[in-house]
C-alpha cells in the first residue's frame, strides 16, 4: 500500500489488485477500510477479492489479465509492481546451532518482550514478524531496553501506526 500512494504522489495511475476481501487483511476490518477509503480519495483504484490470471508483456506494454468477483478483466500499462508479502531471512543465520525457534514462516518466535526461547537473546525487527516498518524495529529496541533496566513495554501494548492515522484523518 505504500508503494501505491508513493506512485500515485509521484503521477503515475495506479491500479491494486487484492487477492482477498480487504486491502490490508491483517488490520482491523474498520482499519482496512478507512486505509482504503483514504487511498480511493487520492485516485488510487483497488480491486478486492481479485486474482492475477495471468501477464501480457508486448510492445512495451503490460497486460495484466485478473479473474475480479467472477469476471475476467484486463488491466494495461507501462509498469507492474507485484508485492507478494516479506519473508525472513532467518535461513542464513544458522539459528538451529543456537537452538533458537522459528514459526513455520521463518520468524524467530519472540515473547512480549521481544526474547527468543535462548535466555539473554532478543530478537527485534523485520526478523520477528511483530512489524516490518521501522518505527516497530526502533519500538522493538525501546521495549528490550525497557525489559532490560526493569520496564513493562510490551509488544502486545503497541498502539499501531493505523490508528494514529485514523485520528490524524479524522481531526485534522
Request: charged share 25%; net charge negative; aromatic share 8%.
Amino acid at each position: 500500500m505504500e508503494f501505491a500512494q508513493i506512485f500515485r504522489r509521484f503521477g503515475a495511475e495506479v491500479t491494486v489488485v487484492q487477492h482477498g476481501k480487504y486491502i490490508m487483511p491483517r488490520e482491523d476490518e474498520d482499519v482496512s477500510e478507512a486505509i482504503r477509503e483514504f487511498l480511493v480519495g487520492e485516485g488510487i483504484r483497488i480491486l478486492c477479492n481479485s486474482t492475477a490470471k495471468s501477464v501480457i508483456r508486448e510492445n512495451g506494454s503490460i497486460r495484466l489479465v485478473i479473474g475480479s468477483n467472477g469476471q475476467e478483466k484486463t488491466l494495461s500499462g507501462t509498469h507492474l509492481l507485484i508485492a507478494a508479502g516479506r519473508t525472513p531471512n532467518s535461513d542464513h543465520l544458522n539459528l538451529d546451532t543456537a537452538g533458537i525457534r522459528v514459526n513455520l514462516k521463518g520468524f524467530i518466535e519472540v515473547d512480549d518482550f521481544c526474547r527468543t526461547n535462548i535466555e539473554g537473546v532478543f530478537a527485534i525487527g523485520d526478523v520477528n514478524g511483530q512489524g516490518a516498518f521501522t518505527h516497530t524495529s526502533v519500538n522493538d529496541a525501546e521495549i528490550v531496553l525497557d525489559y532490560l533496566f526493569g520496564g513493562t513495554r510490551k509488544l502486545s501494548c503497541r498502539i499501531p501506526i493505523y490508528f494514529y492515522l485514523r485520528i490524524l484523518r479524522w481531526e485534522g
